[in-house]
């Protein structure tokens, strides 16, 4: 079946389905990504991941500031499906109801739980034990289309969004080679979500990015700073600078210090008190220092962190 495809995304997430859908040799005959953005203190431009990967595969991309204004351009590729992941803009109505096939969307969610722009984010957060990645019918609003097939993936106690988002590109993957040949026979009707049990999953904003060692236990500590690895990074605040967590573990046991109290160095972690338990950073990065292992720093300025306390 040779199908004109149009793919839209921009994350490395949305590379991987990408990746699925040209490796089972759909006709992907152009992909749209948000535009390239400048990066570091050269502010150097860098291809977005879809960008670079389409262009490894020959196949012609667009950029538009603004999707609405490039409808017309996307069109003029007739496309007889339209894919998308990850994208970061609504996709205009009429730009959904164009093609014959219509337009679907991987979302890396089990709906109507996690509808938005952070689902991994906020199932890690929320310590659940399982989440997934949806095929999904587009519509105007929000996440909110019919679902016509999913893969559930389970989340271990240890992970992280970094480490969750590796198995569920995969599922995302599977879902392209098994799920939507199924679609596009005509052999998927589709589940109506039900709207009494939708969760909405915002994105994260920057002032949940500080960690507030007095208003949670261990384990609402550790799920919020695995949660937000490997991006935007959870931060504490000592002395009234910012330390960023970038790995941790954690150990049950009764602390009798306050909670944020740095324990001490040792075993190749810093130790900061916690209700319930300690936690164990192994990966930092002080402000206006280099990331680099919890044990290195302790050797250095680590060492005057012992007794005090975060915020």
């Not at 196949?59 to 017309?72: A, F, K, T």
């Not at 490997?230 to 002395?239: K, M, R």
């Not at 916690?274 to 990065?285: A, F, N, S, T």
Request: proline letters at 6%; aromatic letters at 8%.
């Amino acid at each position: 079946m040779d199908v004109r495809v149009v793919f839209i995304g921009t994350p490395e997430f949305a590379g991987k389905v990408l990746d699925a859908l040209v490796g089972e040799k759909y006709n992907v005959v152009a992909v749209v990504s948000q535009p390239d953005k400048p990066v570091g203190r050269k502010r150097e431009i860098v291809k977005t991941p879809v960008h670079a990967r389409a262009d490894e595969y020959g196949i012609p991309v667009l950029q538009p500031e603004r999707l609405r204004d490039g409808i017309e351009d996307i069109l003029a590729y007739r496309p007889d499906l339209i894919v998308t992941c990850a994208y970061g803009q609504f996709v205009p109505t009429r730009l959904l109801d164009a093609p014959a096939y219509g337009s679907l969307n991987i979302h890396p969610s089990l709906l109507p739980k996690y509808r938005g722009g952070a689902p991994v984010h906020r199932a890690v957060w929320a310590g659940d034990k399982e989440t997934g990645v949806c095929l999904m019918e587009m519509v105007k609003a929000m996440d909110a289309g019919r679902v016509y097939d999913r893969r559930i993936v389970p989340i271990d106690p240890d992970d992280t969004t970094e480490t969750l988002n590796l198995r569920l590109e995969e599922a995302s993957a599977e879902l392209i080679r098994e799920a939507l040949p199924k679609y596009l026979r005509g052999e998927l009707a589709g589940e109506v979500q039900d709207e009494d049990k939708v969760v909405l999953a915002r994105n994260i904003a920057p002032d949940e990015e500080q960690v507030s060692f007095t208003e949670g236990d261990i384990h609402e500590i550790y799920n919020h700073i695995r949660a937000l690895i490997d991006f935007p990074v959870a931060y504490g605040i000592l002395d009234g600078k910012r330390v960023k967590f970038y790995a941790c573990r954690i150990r049950e046991e009764e602390v009798r210090e306050a909670p944020g109290t740095v324990l001490g160095f040792r075993d190749h972690a810093m130790e900061i008190a916690c209700r319930g338990g300690v936690l164990r950073v192994l990966e930092l990065q002080a402000e206006g220092k280099k990331r680099m292992p919890a044990d290195a720093f302790g050797n250095g300025a680590g060492r005057a962190w012992t007794g005090r306390r975060f915020d």
